[in-house]
């Protein structure tokens, strides 16, 4: 049959047998190296556009392998999400990324920077009943205030509509650290959600920056989701911003929070710390 033929392509295509592999050896090999310091944290900062403060800090994982070198998230995240292995590591980037944003607030080289440490929280993440209680320990261990938190959470993390994980979403509310919604824009649900959820912060997705310039009407259209965004009375940060022209349109349109190569790649622990001591504003 038709179908059974598309499936004997797949096996003998050489690309997709490595892909599986490098799958499979991912499985069996992730949950050790979250146990053994072999994943990493780099930082990118979060910028207010009229002044180049600093405002936040995403954490983002990566994956040192003793072999293979740096691994990107993309290539594991998906794994670690199908296989179980999320609340673990989401515990692992959870209490390394509050150590580091206590250690920068207790240096005085680092320590005039008041800024946010954000992590990506997956659906896996929500629905864990003990999830609320690593965030609280988290901070109280670190010594930080719950609003020094931001959670990210994508639409579709969100927006599973059960009851546990609007529990979740309350209680995390409740306790005072902030809740963001990831890549805005590119989920399928209705914006009415925005006016619903306990969430404080809107990241729009990069690709709507990524066509800033393709035609005139962006701009517009960019400025009506900024608008939407204020109206709910939240917070909008843009993500993808690589150009000073990217930067200055979405300041033209009133936007004030933004991420992006343009501001900082990601770096490491030790590189961000430098930045710090180095300048006032990005
Ligand atoms: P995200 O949360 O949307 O993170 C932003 C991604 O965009 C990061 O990729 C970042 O390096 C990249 N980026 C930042 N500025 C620019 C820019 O100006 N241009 C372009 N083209 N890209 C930019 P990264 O680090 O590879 O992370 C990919 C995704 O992996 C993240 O997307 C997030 O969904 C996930 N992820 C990363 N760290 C964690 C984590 O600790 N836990 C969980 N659950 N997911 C994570
Ligand atoms: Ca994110
Ligand atoms: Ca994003
Ligand atoms: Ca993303």
């Given at each position: 049959?038709?179908?059974?033929?598309?499936?004997?392509?797949?096996?003998?295509?050489?690309?997709?047998?490595?892909?599986?592999?490098?799958?499979?050896?991912?499985?069996?090999?992730?949950?050790?190296?979250?146990g053994?310091?072999?994943l990493?944290l780099?930082?990118q900062?979060?910028?207010?556009?009229?002044?180049?403060?600093?405002?936040?800090?995403?954490?983002?994982?990566?994956?040192?392998?003793?072999?293979?070198?740096?691994?990107?998230?993309?290539?594991?995240i998906?794994?670690?999400?199908?296989?179980?292995?999320?609340p673990?590591?989401?515990?692992?980037?959870?209490?390394?990324s509050?150590?580091q944003?206590?250690?920068w607030?207790?240096?005085?080289?680092?320590?005039?920077?008041?800024?946010?440490?954000?992590?990506?929280?997956?659906?896996?993440?929500?629905?864990?009943?003990?999830?609320?209680?690593?965030?609280?320990?988290?901070l109280?261990?670190?010594?930080?205030?719950?609003?020094?938190?931001?959670l990210?959470?994508?639409?579709?993390?969100?927006?599973?509509?059960?009851?546990l994980?609007?529990?979740?979403?309350?209680?995390?509310?409740?306790?005072?650290?902030?809740?963001?919604?990831?890549?805005?824009?590119?989920?399928?649900?209705?914006?009415?959600?925005?006016r619903?959820?306990p969430?404080?912060h809107?990241?729009?997705?990069?690709?709507?920056v990524?066509?800033l310039?393709?035609?005139?009407t962006?701009?517009?259209?960019?400025?009506a989701?900024?608008?939407v965004?204020?109206?709910?009375?939240?917070d909008?940060?843009?993500?993808?911003?690589e150009?000073?022209?990217?930067?200055?349109?979405?300041?033209?349109?009133?936007?004030?929070?933004?991420?992006?190569?343009?501001?900082?790649?990601?770096?490491?622990?030790?590189?961000?710390?430098?930045?710090?001591?180095?300048q006032e504003?990005?």
């Amino acid at each position: 049959s038709k179908a059974e033929g598309r499936n004997k392509v797949r096996t003998f295509d050489p690309a997709t047998l490595l892909a599986r592999q490098l799958e499979r050896q991912i499985v069996s090999e992730l949950g050790h190296a979250i146990g053994s310091d072999q994943l990493v944290l780099f930082y990118q900062p979060i910028v207010e556009l009229a002044t180049g403060r600093l405002q936040g800090s995403e954490a983002l994982v990566r994956w040192n392998h003793p072999e293979r070198g740096l691994i990107m998230p993309d290539k594991f995240i998906p794994v670690a999400e199908a296989t179980g292995l999320i609340p673990e590591l989401g515990r692992w980037v959870l209490r390394n990324s509050v150590a580091q944003l206590a250690a920068w607030r207790r240096d005085p080289a680092t320590a005039h920077h008041d800024f946010s440490m954000r992590i990506n929280v997956s659906a896996p993440d929500l629905q864990s009943l003990e999830f609320v209680d690593d965030v609280r320990e988290a901070l109280s261990t670190a010594g930080l205030p719950p609003e020094s938190l931001v959670l990210e959470l994508t639409e579709s993390a969100i927006i599973q509509n059960n009851e546990l994980d609007r529990y979740t979403l309350m209680s995390l509310h409740r306790l005072g650290v902030g809740l963001e919604i990831d890549d805005f824009g590119t989920g399928y649900s209705s914006i009415g959600y925005l006016r619903k959820l306990p969430v404080d912060h809107v990241k729009v997705d990069r690709e709507f920056v990524r066509d800033l310039g393709k035609d005139d009407t962006q701009l517009q259209f960019l400025a009506a989701i900024q608008n939407v965004i204020r109206s709910c009375g939240l917070d909008g940060i843009w993500e993808g911003i690589e150009t000073v022209e990217q930067a200055e349109a979405l300041r033209s349109i009133g936007c004030t929070s933004g991420q992006g190569y343009y501001f900082g790649r990601p770096v490491s622990g030790t590189e961000f710390t430098a930045q710090l001591k180095r300048q006032e504003t990005w």
